[in-house]
C-alpha cells in the first residue's frame, strides 16, 4: 500500500507516548524529591518527628528525574530510526524529522539539568 499516511502519523503518536511518559517521570521525581524537603521541614518544626524523615527520597527522586529524561532521549532516538527507514512514500512531503528530534532532546537536557539541580 503506497502512501499510507497512518504509518507516519503511528510514528509521530508513538515519539508524543515517549514524550509523555518521561515528562510524567520526570514530574514524579520532582515530587518525591520536593516531598522529601517537606519532611525535612517538618522534621525541624515537630519535636515528635523523626530526624532522618525524607532521607531516600532525595536520590530516588533524582533518579527517577534522570530515568523520565532518558526515556525521552530514547524515543527520539528510536524515533529518527525509525522514520530513516521508512519509505520516502509513506512521509510527507517536505517533512522534516530534525525539529521533532531537537525539541524531545532539549526537553530531556533540561530533564538531565533539573537532576543536576535537585542532587545538590
Known sequence: MANDPRIFFAAERTLLAWIRTGLTIVALGFVVERFGLFLRLLALELPQARADAGGLSGPLGVTLVVFGS?????????????????PAEDRPPGYSSAAA????????????ALAFYLAR
Open 101 to 112: 528530534t531537537v525539541l524531545a532532546l532539549l526537553i530531556a537536557a533540561l530533564g538531565l
Open 70 to 86: 532518558l526515556t525521552i532521549a530514547l524515543g527520539a532516538v528510536q524515533h529518527r530510526r525509525y522514520l530513516r527507514h521508512l
